[in-house]
C-alpha cells in the first residue's frame, strides 16, 4: 500500500486508528481532495494546516462522513466508511468533532448539551451521564455553567463546553476544524490550553489550525496541504524549519508574518 | 475564567436613577408624551360616544340587549345545535358562532396538516415534488382569497346535478348539492369507542412520558409505538367490539330529485373550507419551509457526528429549535383563518357575520350587531393568541 511509504518519517505509537487510501473528492467540478493517503496510528497527534481553500477541513469532514468521498478508502477504527448506515454509525460513536462554530444546541443547557449522546446514543441512565458531563466539565473548567444556556456562555466557554460534549462519548479519535478561528485572541488561549490537556491524556487527534505554536508543543506530525493534495508532512520542527517545497515556504512566510 | 467565589461588589446592583423634571431627561419626556396620547385617545372615545348618543336619540332609535329574545323567524340552513326559525335572535347567534368555529377549527387542523407537508415537500431533494409545492405557494399565495372562494363556490355549483354525480368511490357523491359521504348510524357503542378513543390517547401520552422517566434511570429506549397502537386503535376496537359491534352503514341514496341518508357537507361550507385550506396552507408552508431552514446545518453536523440517527437529530434537534420560528407567524396565520371565514358572506354561508347581518337589517340594531361581531372575533381571537403565546413561552429560548 502506497499510503504506508509517506509515513516513513512519522513516529508510529500503535495500531492504525486513521487510513486514507487514494481519497478522490469532488464539489461538483471542483477537484477539492486529491488522491490523499494519509495513516495515523492510536495515540497519533496530527495537525493538518494549508492555505484556506486546500481541502484541510473537507478531509476531516470525510473521516466521520459529514462529507462523502467519491473515490479511494478511509477505514477508521478497522470498520470501512461506505454507504452501510450502521457502519456509520458505529464510527461516529468513535469519533468525537469538535467545529470552528462551536455548533452547541441552544435550546438545551451546558449539562443537557452533554448528556444527549451519552443518553440516547450510549443508552445510559441519566444521573450517570450527569456524573459523567460533570466530570468533563470539570476537566475543561467550567463546570459552574452546568445549568446555563450556549447564548449565555462567551466563545472560548462555549467552545470548551464543545470539547467536554465531544469527550462524553468517550471517542477513540478527535476532530478539530479549526476549533479556535472564530474566537477572540484572549480565548483562544483557554481553548488551546484544554486541547493541549486532552492531547496529555494519549488521545489520538487530528486538528485542522493555523495555531502553529501548538503545532509545535504537541504535535507529532504536520500535515501541509495545498489545492487538495498533502504537499509535505513531517515532525513539526523539521518541517517548519526546512520546508521542501516552495508552496510550504511561501505558506510559512505569509503565516509568521501575520504573528 | 474566574472561579466559584464572587467578589461581593459584582453582585451590587445598579442604583435607582432619580427622574428630573426637565424636557431633556428622557424619562420625563416619555412620561409627558405618554399622558398626552392617553388624554388624546380618551377625548377622542368621548366624543365619539357623545355623538353616538346624541344621533341616536334624534333618529328615536332604542338602544339595548332586548331584540335578543324575540323571535328570530330566519332560517339557518346548517345548525350545529338544534334550530328552527320560532327560537330567538339570541339562539340564530348561537347557531352562527357554531358555524364559525366549525369551520375555522377544521380549517386550522386541514391548512396545518396540508402546510407543513408542502413545506416539508419545496425543501425535498425530489425535483417533482420540490418544484410542485412551489408553484402552488406561489399561486395560491398571490389571488385574493375571495377570488378563490367565489372560485371553489361557482365550480361547485357548476357541477351536475344529483342524478349526474360523481361517484368516485362507493356511497361518496359530489353533486350541485354538495359533498354525500357514506356515514352509520350513531349508537351508544359508538360513543363509548370514541370515549375510548380519547382515553387511548391521554394514556399513550402517560405512558410516553413513564417511559422516558424509565429510560432515565435505566438507559433502555423503548419503542411508543407498540402501545401507542394497542391504546389507540387497538381499545376503541374492543370496546366497540364488547358492546356487540354493531355497524349500520348509512350509504347516501338517490331519492327522486336529491340524496337521503348518509353525512350531507353542504356547497357553501365546502367552498368555505376548501379555499380557506388551500389560501392559508400556501402560508404555512413558508411558515414551516423557513423555521427549518433557520436551524443551521451546523446543528444537523453535530448532532450527526455525536452518532445520533437522523430521526432523532429531527426529534431532539431540529424541530424543537424550529418550532420557536414556526409558532409565532402560525398564530397568526390561526387568526387569519378565523378572520377570513367571515368572507363566508359572499358565497352565502351562514356564519356569525351573515346572521348578526341578518339580524342589523331585521331589527335595526346596527350598533348591537356590530358589536356582537366584535366580540366573537376578539374572543376567539384572543382565545388562540393567549394559548399560542402561552405555548411559545414555554420552548422559548434562553439568551443571556
Redesign the interface.
Known sequence: MSAAETLASSVRKGAPAITLAGVNKWFGALHVLRDINLDVAMGERVVVCGPSGSGKSTLIRCI?R?EEHQEGQIVVDGIELSND?RSL?AI??E???V?Q?F?????LTILENCT??P??????????AEALAMEYLERV?IP?QAAK?P??LSGGQQQRV?IA??LC?KPKIMLFDEPTSALDPEMIK?VLDTMVMLAETGMTMICVTHEMGFARTVADRVVFMDRGEIVEQGVPEELFANPRTDRLKTFLSQILRGH | ?S??STDPRLLRKAPPRPLRISWSDERFRNIVYQVLVVAAVLTLFGWLWSNTRYNLEVRRIATGWGFLSREAGLPIGEHLIDYDPSMSYFRALLVGVLNTLKVAIIGIVLATVLGTLLGVARLSRNWMLAKFAGAYVEIVRDLPLLLQLLFWYSLLQGLPGPRQAFNPVTGVFLSNRGLKLPYIQWEAAHSWALLAFVVGVVITYFYRRAARAK???????RPIWPFALAAILGLPLLVWAALGAPFTPDVPELRGFNFRGGLDVSPEFFALLLGLTLYTAGFIAEIVRAGILAV?Q??W?????????RG?VMN??VL??AM?VIIPPMTSQFLNITKNSSLAVAIGYQDIVSIANTTLNQTGQAIEGIAIIMLVYLTISLSISLFMNWYNKR?A????
Do not use: C, T
Request: proline share 6%.
Open positions: 466521520n459529514l448506515l454509525d461516529r460513536r469519533v468525537g468533532m467545529f462554530s455548533n452547541l444546541f441552544p435550546h444527549l449522546a443518553i440516547w446514543v450510549r443508552k445510559m441512565p441519566k444521573k450517570e473548567r459552574e444556556y447564548g449565555q464543545a460534549r465531544a462519548m483557554e | 475564567m472561579g466559584a429510560q432515565m434511570r435505566d438507559g433502555q429506549i443551521s451546523g446543528q453536523e453535530a448532532a450527526q457526528a455525536l452518532g445520533l440517527p432523532r431532539l434537534i424543537p429549535q420557536r420552548i429560548l434562553v439568551e443571556r
